[in-house]
């Protein structure tokens, strides 16, 4: 059956994270929950006066030893976690300097009021690992076109409740090149899921690398032709083995931007959004196609700083 990919991951770093919210009982209670309340239409917006200057999708490359394993804190610096009340329960990523971009799955039903944001976190076990930045949302903006039944225009942007200020440790990730199919590019996903179906989500950030497909292979895989959608994009290996997974719903799919090669600049292809388990054979991990929601987008988010690619 569909799973949206909420909270668990396959085999490899950190792999797409699915729930459904049929068979969790989390989800359940989640969308049990009073004040279900979203808001698909925005406000007017005023674009801000100034904006300083600054780079998106540069990862950082400091790296730390912590506990005695060599790992990469805040190298992925949009990363996002989403909580309900105090839970885990979906990614995001930083895309301006008070918007994130997630799943319209991981907000549908649920109380805008109690679902927070917490950038630079990297081990979700330890307090005192890194200085990380917890943000309230002041609004949930999800796409009118989502379908719960299908997944399609599986989409949402949070507002913070303040302005961030971007530094050497903290940056937004680069919204995808337009037009685009990213076909045969290799997609690097970032989650703290599951490392493998049904399994525990992750303690520290995770990350695995998949190959984008193009629609027209994806809808000859076990999803048939019409499970996937124009606003879809398919990634994954013919035998499984690497996926997103529940958990890692929300976060992103990056691309490495090939006009810069001397430079890698990540972009956010797409979003974790549903899948057949994970790591299926036959059944690649299924992301929302961030770049066709671009102007969407940036009429949702007029009101905030960019930061570009050069």
């Given amino acids: 059956m569909v799973a949206g990919r909420e ?4 085999s490899g770093l950190g ?51 912590v506990g005695g394993t060599e790992t990469r804190v805040n190298q992925y610096p949009w ?17 301006s300097d008070r918007h994130v971009l997630t799943a319209a799955h991981c907000v549908h039903g649920f109380n805008p009021a109690k679902i927070s944001a917490v950038l630079l976190d990297h081990d979700r076990s ?29 989409i949402a942007i949070l507002k913070l409740d303040r302005v961030l200020n971007f530094d050497q440790k903290l940056r937004p990730v680069c919204l995808p090149s337009p037009k685009k199919t990213f076909t045969g590019y290799e997609g690097i996903v970032t989650g703290w899921g599951a490392t493998k179906e049904n399994g525990q989500i992750a303690v520290n950030l995770q ?51 090939k006009d810069y090669p ?20 036959n059944y690649p991990g299924v992301y929302t196609r961030v770049n066709r929601f671009r102007t969407w987008i940036m009429t949702n988010t007029m009101d905030a700083c960019y930061c570009s690619e050069d």
């Fill in 15 to 65: 792999a797409t994270v699915v729930i459904d919210s049929d068979r969790n009982p989390f989800l359940q209670w989640l969308t049990g929950l009073l004040g279900t309340a979203t808001t698909t239409q925005a406000p007017q917006l005023t674009p801000p006066a100034n904006c300083s200057e600054c780079k998106c999708g540069r990862t950082n490359q400091v790296t730390r030893i």
């Fill in 126 to 154: 330890s307090s005192t690992e890194t200085e990380t930045i917890t943000c309230k949302v002041e609004r949930v903006i999800k796409h009118n076109g989502y379908n719960p039944s299908n997944y399609n225009s599986d």
């Fill in 79 to 95: 990363m996002v976690i989403l909580q309900y009340g105090t839970t885990f329960y979906c990614g995001g990523s930083l895309i």
């Fill in 7 to 10: 909270l668990s991951s396959p």
């Fill in 207 to 257: 990350e695995v690398s998949v190959p984008i497909m193009s629609n027209a292979d994806c809808r000859k895989s076990g999803y048939g032709e019409k499970r996937i959608t124009d606003n879809m994009l398919c990634a994954g290996l013919p035998d499984g083995k690497k996926d997103s997974c529940q958990g890692d719903s929300g976060g992103p799919l990056h691309v490495i931007n």
């Fill in 262 to 281: 001397a430079e890698q600049i990540h972009q956010n292809a797409g979003i974790v959004s549903w899948g057949e388990g994970c790591a299926k054979p």
